[in-house]
């Protein structure tokens, strides 16, 4: 547990204790003493640190983070309880889950559209995290859960209080993000939505052929034909689990208008070469926005004009190779191919802008293939693209 917290880093909690200060304390003699309390049941969780985060729309997104020890604890609490609760969820549920991947929900969804599930239920849950029901999920985990120092420190987790801009607030309902917990714990309740639709769609008097594919509290499911009665179902579900859709961000359309879910926009269109409607699944308008945007800081030619090449460089590889990673089994060879070239003339401005600097000369010749073995620029559009038609 500690090896994974040491690797992840992250900023100290509330109590000012950071990773840096354990390894400096003694990590052996830390994890004794920490291993001592719980035997002797003197530990207690600390209070957990609010910050926000800007999101993509210019709002921000709370993280509850929790001291370095209450991180300890808490992964080798999930590491027990994970396997547990894998062994319950369903295989239409990808997010935060061992060995799967918002690949394969997008490779998931491709399939079904294919196989003519085109009519798409797009559902939005209001603040999810925020309004878990502690009760419920309390009563939830002590199905599968027997061990009583467990269950206190689980509901102790919840309870925490949580300091906000110097306010300290004691918290009703919800899970912090940001917690370690709090992915596997959320996963568990909708675990229940999964559950409730998996049987109502194997029952022999159901009438809606409609497919889930769940990423945390991301849902998507799609039918053959548009009926409004899925979606009185996935709400009647929904609120008997507490939970609050979004009616305003919650939608039903055909595939052919496009859609957006986990950074993937989908579109059903039609293919010359195949003679039929397809799937094209590409990167959204605000991935691909984003992507541009963090190329064009790093290669501002006079922002990091007195820094390294080498250092550009080294901060453009793990932005080209992640993207193109994320999106690599995608119809994305064309993007790849435009962000390719935007990188190589970015790159290529900035390093001419230093030859005035420097001296005339230095960086006259700049052909991509210098770029790529002189400088090692990451090159993302030679690779091959991996289709999925049937």
């Given at each position: ?38 035997k ?21 997104r ?33 997010g ?6 918002a ?8 399939k ?71 992915p ?27 497919v ?67 799937t ?12 541009w ?49 935007y ?47 049937s």
């Amino acid at each position: 547990a500690w090896k994974r917290v040491k690797a992840n880093g992250g900023v100290p909690g509330n109590d000012g204790e950071s990773i840096e200060d354990i390894i400096e304390y003694g990590e052996v003699r830390y994890l004794k003493e920490l291993q001592q309390e719980l035997k002797e049941g003197r530990y207690r969780t600390k209070s957990i640190r609010r910050m926000y985060i800007p999101k993509p729309d210019g709002k921000k997104r709370p993280l509850g983070i929790p001291c370095v020890r209450d991180r300890v604890v808490q992964t080798a609490v999930k590491i027990v309880l994970e396997p547990i609760f894998e062994s319950k969820f369903l295989d239409c549920s990808f997010g935060f889950r061992p060995k799967r991947s918002a690949r394969q929900a997008s490779q998931r969804i491709r399939k079904y559209l294919n196989f003519g599930h085109t009519w798409v239920l797009d559902v939005d849950l209001s603040s999810y995290f925020d309004t878990l029901p502690h009760d419920r999920l309390l009563k939830l985990i002590g199905q599968y859960v027997v061990d009583r120092n467990i269950l206190k420190m689980l509901q102790a987790w919840l309870k925490a209080k949580v300091v906000d801009r110097g306010e300290v607030l004691n918290p009703e309902e919800g899970s912090p993000q940001g917690g370690v917990i709090s992915p596997l714990l959320a996963n568990l309740y909708l675990h229940q939505f999964d559950e409730e639709w998996h049987k109502r769609h194997n029952h022999r008097r159901w009438r809606y052929d409609a497919v889930l594919t769940r990423y945390a509290d991301d849902l998507i499911l799609l039918a053959p034909s548009e009926d409004e009665g899925i979606w009185r179902e996935v709400v009647n579900i929904l609120e008997g689990l507490g939970l609050v859709v979004n009616q305003q961000k919650t939608g039903f359309y055909h595939a052919r208008e496009g859609f957006d879910y986990l950074g993937y926009h989908f579109v059903r269109s039609y293919s010359r070469r195949h003679q039929k409607d397809v799937t094209y699944v590409i990167p959204t308008k605000k991935s691909r926005k984003r992507v541009w945007d963090k190329i064009r800081w790093y290669t501002d030619k006079r922002r990091y004009q007195n820094l390294p090449v080498e250092w550009i460089v080294e901060k453009l590889n793990p932005i080209l190779l992640g993207w193109t990673n994320y999106y690599a089994h995608t119809n994305s060879h064309r993007i790849f191919r435009k962000l390719q070239a935007y990188t190589n003339s970015r790159l290529r401005k900035a390093l001419r802008y230093r030859r005035k600097k420097e001296g005339a000369g230095r960086y006259r010749d700049l052909p991509n293939h210098i770029l790529y073995k002189r400088y090692e620029l990451a090159c993302i559009g030679m690779g091959r693209i991996e289709y999925c038609w049937s």
